[in-house]
């Protein structure tokens, strides 16, 4: 066993753990408590970029999703001024849904993990550094990095908008 | 044993599967959101290790084609948000439905 | 054949007076009247001119045909048949419907609906002139149902009356049960035989006659049936009595003269196609329905149904004639009985209208002296229909008797003896209480005699009554049907040619009159009221009441139907409207309701849908 391997056991564990307690928070159901296991998920997938080599990524992963979204929620929680919500009974319908959905997209990977070949190199050499993703997007997927920008500014704008109060 | 394609797709649909429990379970409009970025966080992951695993860079591309993205649908979905909890004031999915039994 | 274009004229020049005066002339009751009378005469012109150019026995019959209908093997080609049967017929029609068509100037001279009754008797005189020129069996059906057509409008003329729309309907109704059979017939004989022409018939079943096979007596019989529907004879008889709500000018064509002779002109003309079987049905029919109606008549008390029963009475005659294969004596008497009894009808008419439409017999009365024409001509009819010597009525009754003893039938002959003394009696129990004695009413007292439009036809139809035996309408109708041509005889030989063929025959028809004439004096010429019922009791009661074959039919046919129609009713409003439409009702509400439960407003439920939705559809691609 690799020291590769047994970190990539302790981030994917770290992840779903908190990922889980996103979702079902035995102990608090407060929203905030939520953004901050979402924090704690985020930055676990970080590590785990790193072992794919993919360091740029993971670098923004922190920045960007931590740093920028998750304060974002946390602004708006803050602003809206949630309470932790009553414990209201739980719905049946929704968890027999949730756990049907999610069945059959389970069944379906399963079956294609078993029968797909996943092919490659054996050791694989690509670095996901800095540079090297520099170079392909501003050569080869420079229009969409374009388009992306204006797509920022086009939710700027939106955002500005739909928050406005009514002058009435 | 050495980690191979199939474990991180593994990991990568076991969190999108907890994300979509939480959408379809969750009844605070908030956490239902955090549980989107859940799964498109599930998504970036699967995409960095196909990426990785076929010797392509482009896989990683996309990823930051995404990530940009999402930040900016969280930005106006949160504005929705906001100007929803000013109507209804109530942040709870059952709560701003109007079509009534 | 000279002339070629008369026929068409004479049939189509009624037809454009109807038209025209329904569309154009409603309004204008003298053009109106001009335009059906002038049709009509201009008919019996261009008739007799036809004769005078062509003869009585023209070598072509038929005028050259205009393709009508063609559908694989069916060629109908509408031609008209000109042969002397038929063109004594449009003489007929022509003739005696001008007479008629003169007289109702007069008789409907008060009536709003004076117009559209000449529009219905111009369409009829087409109709009947469309059935006697017809060449084969299905433009004459044609013909056939539209004189159905005009009858009922005729004979409901006064629609504002119920009783007249009843008599209508149950005229038409009636008419159709036979018209059925007739339809059935004729379809069979083009079944078996492959053409519908007459003069194709004819040939073919000269060539060869077993043609028809073993269903020769039905095809016979089932033809026979609409001479039954539009003959009236027995069972279909019941809808001649009530066709007397018309108005009296409408008896006198249609149900005296023409419209009813129809059905014995039809059996006349595919007389070839009936064998021996059918014709002994038809004989005994005809005889029995001559019976029936006699009998009815003696105690009838409206002078309008009483000659109408004498119409069916002699209608049975005539049929019985053509059933013991004499078709000459038949039409013989069809041509005289049109002109008696058209007489006879107008004479009542004329009686009606001076007493200011009284109709019962025993409220007139004394007529003699207050409408002298019409007694006169009243007495030549009456002496006619009788069958005395030597109006036409005897020489035409004496060659059906003689018929049937030519056939040794001696049963009809006895029926055929016996019913002409009822007749006698009926119809001079009539002439008594109607013409002589004192008056019975008021009105009675008050009456007057008609004016020229209405009894200078009455004249002219008593002077053929007069003759008619003796002009050689007979020699006409031999001539025709058995081929050769008979003896020309001179006047005087005519006169007393029945006594020297057939004494038998002629003196019991004579004896048959002295005793009905002598019982009618007897009983009638003095009679303050009717004194039959007093001697007869309960067959007298019967015999007023008709039989009780209305009430019969009423209680079986009229009630099954009504069974029946309560039936559909059931099926159509439970089964029909309930079952099946609610089943597709009932099934659309639900499958709304059904879908309705998808849309549930539910934001996490159409998320849960959404995964569903791919899950599937990665299942079938990934498969």
Redesign the interface.
């Known amino acids: 066993m690799e020291l590769a391997d047994i970190l990539f056991y302790v981030f994917a564990a770290a992840t779903l753990l908190c990922g889980l307690l996103v979702i079902a928070n035995p102990f608090s159901r407060n929203p905030v408590t939520s953004a901050m296991c979402l924090v704690l998920t985020i930055i676990s997938m970080a590590g785990l970029f790193v072992l794919l080599h993919a360091f740029f990524l993971a670098a923004v992963q922190v920045l960007v999703y931590a740093g920028a979204v998750i304060v974002l929620f946390l602004f708006v929680i803050m602003l809206l001024d949630l309470k932790a919500e009553e414990r209201r009974r739980i719905r049946v319908f929704g968890v027999v849904t949730g756990l049907v959905a999610v069945g059959s997209i389970l069944g379906l990977f399963l079956r294609s993990l078993g029968t797909t070949p996943l092919n490659g190199p054996a050791t694989p050499s690509i670095e996901g550094d800095t540079a090297a993703l520099g170079k392909l997007l501003f050569s080869q997927y420079v229009l969409p990095f374009e388009v992306v920008s204006v797509l920022l500014l086009v939710a700027m704008i939106g955002v500005i908008l739909l928050s406005k109060k009514n002058l009435d | ?11 990568s ?16 409009l ?6 989107l ?2 799964m498109l ?1 599930a998504a ?2 699967a995409m ?2 196909f ?8 896989g ?2 996309l ?3 995404i ?10 979905g ?6 929803l ?2 109507r209804r004031q109530s ?3 059952e709560d ?5 039994r | 054949m000279k002339n070629e274009l008369f026929p068409w004229l004479i049939l189509f020049l009624p037809l454009f007076a109807a038209a025209a005066i329904t569309l154009f002339t409603l309004r204008n009751r003298c053009v109106s009247a001009c335009l059906s009378v002038g049709a009509v005469v201009a008919g019996f012109i261009l008739s007799v001119l036809f004769i005078h150019a062509n003869g009585w026995h023209p070598e072509v019959t038929e005028t050259s045909p205009v393709s009508w209908l063609s559908i694989g093997d069916l060629q109908i080609d509408f031609g008209l048949k000109m042969d002397s049967l038929s063109m004594m017929m449009l003489l007929i029609v022509t003739g005696v419907g001008g007479l008629i068509h003169i007289y109702s100037i007069g008789y409907m001279h008060d009536d709003p609906g004076y117009s559209r009754f000449f529009a219905c008797l111009s369409l009829f005189t087409f109709s009947m002139l469309g059935i006697v020129l017809a060449n084969n069996f299905i433009s004459m059906f044609i013909f056939w149902e539209l004189v159905g057509v005009s009858s009922y409008l005729l004979i409901g003329f006064w629609f504002e009356k119920p009783s007249a729309g009843d008599a209508a309907k149950k005229a038409f109704i009636v008419n159709r049960l036979g018209d059925f059979g007739f339809l059935l017939g004729i379809l069979m004989v083009w079944g078996i035989l492959g053409s519908l022409n007459f003069a194709v018939l004819h040939d073919r079943l000269g060539a060869d006659a077993g043609a028809l096979g073993t269903m020769a007596t039905i095809a016979g019989l089932l033809v026979f049936c609409g001479a039954v529907g539009k003959s009236a004879q027995f069972p279909l008889h019941v809808w001649l009595p009530d066709a007397m709500e018309g108005p009296t000018p409408v008896s006198a064509l249609i149900h005296a003269a023409t419209m009813v002779a129809a059905g014995v002109y039809m059996l006349c003309r595919v007389f070839f196609l009936l064998n021996a079987d059918a014709l002994h049905v038809i004989a005994y029919i005809g005889g029995f329905t001559a019976l029936l109606a006699a009998l009815i008549a003696v105690q009838q008390d409206d002078i309008k149904r009483i000659i109408a029963y004498s119409t069916l009475s002699q209608l049975g005659y005539m049929t019985m004639a053509v059933g013991l294969e004499g078709p000459t004596p038949a039409m013989f008497h069809l041509t005289t009985h049109a002109f008696f009894k058209a007489l006879l009808f107008l004479s009542a008419g004329s009686v009606i209208i001076g007493l200011h439409h009284e109709q019962d017999i025993w409220k007139m009365g004394n007529l003699r002296k207050k409408m002298p024409i019409t007694f006169w001509t009243f007495l030549v009819g009456a002496l006619a229909l009788s069958g005395v010597w030597p109006l036409s009525g005897f020489f035409s009754k004496d060659s059906i008797l003689a018929q049937a003893l030519a056939q040794h039938n001696y049963l009809l002959f006895g029926v055929g003896v016996f019913i002409a003394a009822l007749t006698t009696f009926y119809t001079f129990r009539l002439f008594f209480i109607v013409f002589l004695g004192k008056e019975r009413s008021e009105t009675a007292s008050h009456a007057h005699e008609s004016p020229v439009v209405m009894t200078a036809p009455l004249l002219i139809l008593a002077v053929f009554s007069l003759i008619g035996g003796v002009i050689g309408i007979e020699g006409i109708y031999h001539h025709m049907f058995a081929g050769e041509p008979e003896e020309a005889a001179g006047f005087a030989q005519s006169l007393i040619a029945p006594f020297t063929h057939s004494p038998l025959a002629a003196s019991m028809g004579i004896l048959a009159v002295i005793v009905g004439f002598a019982a009618a004096f007897a009983l009638y010429s003095k009679a303050a009221k009717d004194p039959l019922p007093a001697k007869l009791g309960g067959l007298a009661t019967a015999m007023k009441n008709r039989f009780y074959f209305d009430e019969l039919y009423e209680l079986t046919v009229i009630r099954l139907h009504d069974f029946i129609a309560a039936v559909m009713d059931w099926i159509d409003r439970w089964l029909v409207e309930g079952f099946c439409i609610g089943f597709v009702r009932g099934g659309t509400d639900l499958a709304g309701r059904g879908l309705r439960l998808v849309q549930s407003g539910n934001l996490q439920f159409y998320a849960f849908v959404f995964v569903l939705g791919v899950a599937v559809l990665l299942y079938v691609v990934l498969k």
């Open positions: 044993m050495h980690v191979g394609l199939e474990h991180y797709l593994t990991v649909f076991l969190l999108f599967a907890l994300g979509l429990l939480g959408v379809i379970m969750r009844r605070n908030l956490v239902i959101y955090m549980s970025e859940l966080n970036n992951l960095v290790a990426s990785r695993f076929n010797d392509k860079l482009d990683q591309v990823v930051f084609f990530i940009t993205v999402a930040a900016a649908e969280v930005a106006v949160l504005a929705l948000i906001v100007a909890y000013r942040a709870h999915v701003l439905t109007s079509m009534n």
